[in-house]
């Protein structure tokens, strides 16, 4: 048996074309543009494709974007005073500084300064309080983008076994919180998270109906750790390489080509769980706009 591929990328494009749409309506009705600003330190080749993807999705869904690049060198009070600038700007609705930042920099103290209202990424700790109690908020982009991947493809996850492996305050411990919370349509299960000090790894991951994989390691989970029929999600995006046209030859952390003969469903990498992590961007800063418009919104 072969696992049916869940296509990021078709997902991603259903929804981008419904968030394209909402933005025209907005300009067109209320005379508000949806501004997203993303601030780059340093040039890390993977934090650089990332965050001109998230650039080019904006400018094709009509948003009013702005990419800030600073030096690996820049002062932290620099930093923090561009994300002060963009907090006061009635333009931007949505805020996102790249991680991981160079070391001489706070990264705790980068996300508490910017405005919880503006807190795309949900990061801030005003956001992660919210989602945890369960109240409206800015859901961290890639939990929430598994949860839609999870919904589209068909899972039951109400009463399902999920085990996670991560513990990111970006993914793993976000994922876990949101799946065993009791909230629709896609929650309600029994969460197990795995992690560097876990001691029978195979142990929790045979016993998944659905397994998150957000380990960092290139193809740590293997077709032998997995049960028959589970559905997998691969966070993973581990660079092994480079094609001969110069672009980054990409793997994740489930070694897809054995697990994908085992499993009824799993994500591909690249055009997978990546493409969903920029549109749930898009869908929340385009509820950010509505929020600051007094407009009905998903985020409060
Ligand atoms: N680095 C890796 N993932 C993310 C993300 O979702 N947001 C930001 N700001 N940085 C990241």
Redesign the pocket.
């Known amino acids: 048996m072969s696992a049916k591929i869940i296509d990021g990328v078709a997902i991603s494009k259903e929804i981008r074309e419904g968030i394209k749409k909402e933005v025209q309506e907005l300009k067109e009705k209320h005379g508000i543009t949806p501004g997203l600003v993303t601030i780059l330190v340093g040039e890390n080749p993977a934090?650089v494709s990332?965050v001109t993807a998230k650039q080019k999705t904006a400018h094709e869904l009509g948003f009013y974007s702005i990419q800030e690049n600073l030096p690996e060198s820049v002062p932290e009070d620099e930093l923090l005073k561009m994300i002060e600038k963009y907090n006061n700007d009635p333009k931007i609705h949505g805020i996102?500084?790249?991680?991981?930042l160079p070391k001489h920099i706070d990264e705790n103290k980068v996300i508490y300064a910017i405005d919880p209202r503006k807190d795309v990424?949900g990061?801030h700790p005003v956001n992660v309080g919210k989602m945890v109690i369960g109240l409206p908020c800015f859901l961290?982009?890639?939990p929430y983008g598994i949860l839609v991947l999870l919904d589209k493809s068909g899972a039951k996850v109400d009463g399902a076994e999920v085990v996670v492996i991560g513990r990111s305050n970006?993914v793993g411990k976000p994922v876990a919180i949101l799946l065993f919370q009791k909230r629709k349509p896609v929650g309600n299960a029994t969460v197990t998270i795995c992690h560097t000090a876990t001691k029978d790894m195979a142990f929790h991951t045979k016993r998944a109906d659905i397994l998150i994989v957000a380990a960092g390691k290139p193809k740590v989970v293997t077709a032998d750790m997995v049960k028959p029929g589970v559905v997998v999600i691969d966070v993973g995006v581990n660079r092994i390489g480079t094609t001969p046209e110069g672009k980054a030859k990409l793997c994740g952390d489930v070694d897809f080509d054995s697990v994908k003969e085992v499993a009824s469903a799993i994500t591909p990498v690249p055009g997978g769980v990546g493409p969903m992590?920029i549109t749930m961007l898009m869908k929340n800063t385009l509820e950010s706009a509505k929020m600051w418009a007094g407009l009905p919104s998903e985020v409060g």
């Open positions: 934090s990332y996102l500084v790249q991680l991981p990424d990061f961290p982009c890639t970006i992590t």
